[in-house]
């Protein structure tokens, strides 16, 4: 037992530790020395401080029901700019642009992460089978996800939100639905090189089941693609959702999310007589969350990409 | 190849029958009456709304009724659009050359800029010149389109009055839509010099100014990272080194040998780009109410005109699958080593 144990090990085990070891240490390496993935890295863990600390940033209000509506003191309909107590300003109907950008904060990995999380988890499911198993099961698999990578993703959500009615759950699963089949595809293309590796049969031929071929050697090793792309997908779902917001789709009036709040500001971009740029912070603040929160998940992801590309692996 | 190619040809038509499968199954959660809207030609037959619904079986199971609208579909009959108030053949007809054009000239833009950056990053890897053509590139992504397009309106068209949204100012559109003007390609800056209208040409070019930009800084990064990923690999090359040990200067390396090779995968990317771009400018054209076939198709979304919706997809699915074959198909004609594999 011992040995066959041992044998298993070294057959299979081996491959798939040790370079799973080396590349997250060259990754950190490489990482550290790029200045701009540092940068994307610091931008991320400051977002992620302010969603955990959203409640001690900016208090709701005492028995406010939801603390993601962001509160408003009347109605006033012109946005009014930064001021004491409102340190960004307010939009239309007053409601606290400040706040809003804080929660939304939280609004924004919600949605990210359940939408990327979702979508990772059925593509690396199909496309592990598909890739696998191959045959008829794989071609079928893979029209079907043709048919769904034949429709520009953001028209497929759009029209699946539309049907469904607003709202921000809408907004998770249509963006979910539309995002799958790329992990899919990506995972099988990986899997099916994977598969035909020594180490792969090695295992096989100790009598390992498919469930454990595939989860502890031929995952592993196919998955580096999956994570780059989930990383770039995070920044691009969210940049998505806050789009269907702008349309209307998705979150309701007054909810701390970054799109709904840039949708407030759609009627007050040509400012008012005399003064064109008078509303422009109703724009450049929720804008500047928007684009900062992609930009540290692109540049995260673009370093990924270069550290896990095995054509310029080594190069430097 | 020629086998690929045939395969990809073969199952263009499964795919399409899935797409059609796919938008039919989609609007079946939509009222009968909402889909009635399908079958006709003339708003004014929807007054018959119950003797639609009896005639084309809305409510009979859906293998019935899928089979009747996929003949209707397949003969070119694709309903009536209530929010273009056209049908809907038509209203493709009538808004796409707008998104045509908006996307040729977005792409000129793109390719110039994204290639000579990518170019410039991969010469000089891991360089201060590297950091910020990435950093450049990556933040025009990390802008949401709706975003910029409205600090561009909000600059460029509040503050100055500079560049207007829309497609036609006022007049010029009053003169288009005379019996003077004649379109000849539905591309308005095209018909407007073959009428020999300059006045109209400028109006044109100052409304595709800001949805141009907003694409452009978008788009760029996409151009600007495989060309550098793929001028790094070229680079590496035993032949570059050679032309390098001949004594060749640095210019001539790298833009007679080095990137002409290197450009074969950005063809090909570029190609996909322009496909991307055709579907892909629905925010974009929305923003700036431009009207093309994305504002459009957002629109009959979002008010759920069920014809309108189906059109409008199967019309970009069809873009899209048709474009990703040729972009292939132009990657193996540029690259012999493909070709002759």
Redesign the interface.
Known sequence: MTTQGAIHQAASGQPARASTLSSWQMAWRRLRR???SMMGLVIIVAFVLIALLAPVIAPPKAGARDPYMMPHEGYSPDPRPPRPGHPLGTTEQAFDIFYGLVWGARTAFRVGLAVVATAVTIGIVLGGISGYYGGRLDEILM??V???????G???A???V???GPGLEKVMFALALVSWPGYARLLRGEVLSVRERDFIEAARALGASDLKVIARHVLPNSIYPVLVVSTLDM?SIV?AA??LS????GAPVGYSDWGQI?SL??GW???GAGN??QF?YT??FP?AA???F??GW??LG?AFRDIL?P??RG?? | MTAFVVRRLLLLPLVAFGVTLLIFGLLQMLSPQMRAALYVTDPRQLRAVDSIIRTHGLDKPFHTQYVGWLGRVVRGDLGWSETAKMPVARAIGTFFPATLELTIFAVVPILVVGIWLGTLSAVHRDRVVDHFSRFFAISGTSMPTFVWGLLLLMVFYGAWQLFPPGRLSLEPNMYVLSQQFRPYTRLMTVDALLNGQLWIFVDALRHLALPVLTLSLVSCATLVRVTRSSMLETLRQDYVRTARAKGLNDGVVVNKHARKNAMIPVVTMSALLFVGLLNGVAITETVFGYPGIGLWGVNAAIQLDAAAVAGFALFNALLLVVGNLAADILYALIDPRIRLR
């Open positions: 790029n200045p701009l029209r079907i043709d048919v769904f990578l034949a429709f520009p953001l028209i497929l759009v029209v699946v539309a049907i469904l920044g940049v806050a789009a702008f349309l209307g789709l840039i500001s759609r971009i040509l400012g064109a740029l422009w724009v450049v804008g928007l684009f900062l992609t930009l692109n540049l673009d590309d054509r310029l190069a430097t």
